[in-house]
């Protein structure tokens, strides 16, 4: 109960902080205050301390700040106080480096908290912020990524190395965003420290083979882009992945670490899709070699998990995009729907939300392109569990949303929650 009233009167008091910010900023009177926020003035902040939505998007309004800003600031949790022996912050990091090893991601934003309570300096509040980036990279909360990347960039006099992995992340945030020139720019700003410095050490080593990842396939996703010369970004990002590729198998090579082998058999996957594009390889030769490769996943549910599986997801994906992009892409129907079908399985074995946006998207423009050229279609089926994940990936991916909303219409996913309520 004694909870329940604190938090009743920190909500109320938060409120009032807002309206009397609003007076401010628009030099209202009472008069005009209650007027503007639709309430009679003694009764702006309910004494609750919950305001309703109305009132947090009038007062957005009155501030001009985002309705979001406010109702996270208006509904914020109190600070978290973590029971138990307390940890140093070298303990804590060494913790969540552990769970993210592990794929224990929310475990890892509340170790990533007690770090950011307990730290002492820059270097400590920026090294917690990338734990946190990195928490919710797993969980495919790509905004609140980006959010944490910033906030870790925002401190100043960071050791190259820290610096370097903050801006990394940062590319790889705008990239799993669909903010394609921003995650070229950043990764090319990297690259281009590399061609004054090069990389000493394993960590640097790595983070230039990343960069070129995220600029190539940053790239490569612009060829769908009209705006964009055809012929440069095919080059452009070939050149990146052929690189990266090279760069990555030579640290599995070095360090015997199958994730880099992973992340180069990713990069020869986006190579077979610029390479169908740019008339270099035959559309159906390379969509064979792709469901060829395929043929390593045939039982996702027994495919050990990590970044090999992931890798063929990928190529999934990368079939669809060469279907896709073909002039004669109603002969190729088949293969779309299989890997469609394999990219969202394997998406669900390891619950990347990356890769499920990537399945809804394609799967929803072989039934339009389908439709467009004549081909009919089997009926969209959307089960409670595909709306759930459907919603889950609007959430995480705003420029989707459009998508999503449009594959509920034409699954008639409203009509059948309506029948059954």
Not at 350 to 364: C, K, Q, V
């Amino acid at each position: 109960m004694a909870t329940v009233i604190r938090n009743s009167i920190l909500g109320k008091q938060r409120v009032d902080r807002f309206v009397d910010l609003a007076r401010v900023y628009r030099g209202w009177n009472k008069s005009e205050t209650s007027e503007a926020l639709g309430r009679d003035f003694g009764k702006l902040s309910p004494d609750s301390g919950n305001p309703k939505l109305d009132l947090i998007a009038r007062l957005a309004n009155a501030l001009d700040w985002g309705i979001g800003d406010v109702a996270e600031s208006v509904w914020q949790a109190e600070p978290a106080h973590f029971e138990g022996a307390v940890k140093s912050f070298a303990e804590l990091d060494q913790q969540a480096q552990t769970f993210h090893r592990l794929g224990e991601y929310q475990q890892l934003v509340g170790v990533a908290e007690r770090m950011r309570e307990c730290s002492n300096s820059a270097i400590e509040r920026a090294i917690a912020a990338n734990r946190m980036a990195g928490a919710f990279d797993g969980l495919g909360r790509y905004v609140r990524m980006l959010e944490c990347v910033q906030e870790g960039l925002a401190e100043s006099s960071l050791p190259r190395d820290l610096r370097l992995m903050l801006l990394v992340n940062l590319a790889n945030a705008h990239y799993a965003l669909w903010n394609l020139h921003e995650a070229r720019a950043i990764a090319g700003d990297i690259l281009g420290r590399f061609e004054h410095f090069a990389p000493t050490g394993r960590l640097q080593r790595v983070a230039r083979a990343f960069a070129r990842t995220v600029r190539g396939n940053a790239q490569r996703r612009l060829l769908w882009n009209a705006d964009e010369p055809f012929e440069f970004s095919v080059d452009a990002a070939s050149n990146d992945l052929r690189r990266a590729q090279r760069e990555y198998e030579a640290l599995a090579t070095e360090f015997g670490d199958a994730q880099y082998r992973a992340i180069a058999n990713t990069c020869r996957g986006g190579l077979l899709e610029l390479d169908a594009a740019a008339g270099k390889l035959d559309e159906e030769a390379a969509l064979a070699e792709i469901l060829s490769g395929l043929d390593h996943v045939v039982d996702v549910e027994n495919f050990p998990k990590g970044d090999l599986l992931e890798s063929w997801g990928w190529w999934s994906i990368y079939a669809c995009n060469i279907a896709l992009r073909s002039a004669q892409s109603s002969q190729y129907q088949r293969e779309l729907a299989i890997c469609t079908n394999k990219a969202a399985e394997i998406a669900d074995r390891l619950d990347n939300w990356a890769m499920r946006e990537r399945a809804f998207t394609m799967e929803h423009f072989r039934r339009e392109r389908a439709s467009q050229e004549g081909v009919q279609s089997e009926a969209w089926t959307l089960d409670e569990e595909d709306v759930r994940v459907l919603a889950g990936a609007m959430g995480r991916f705003p420029l989707f949303r459009p998508t999503g909303w449009a594959i509920l219409e034409r699954a008639g996913a409203f009509a059948k929650s309506s029948a059954s309520a």
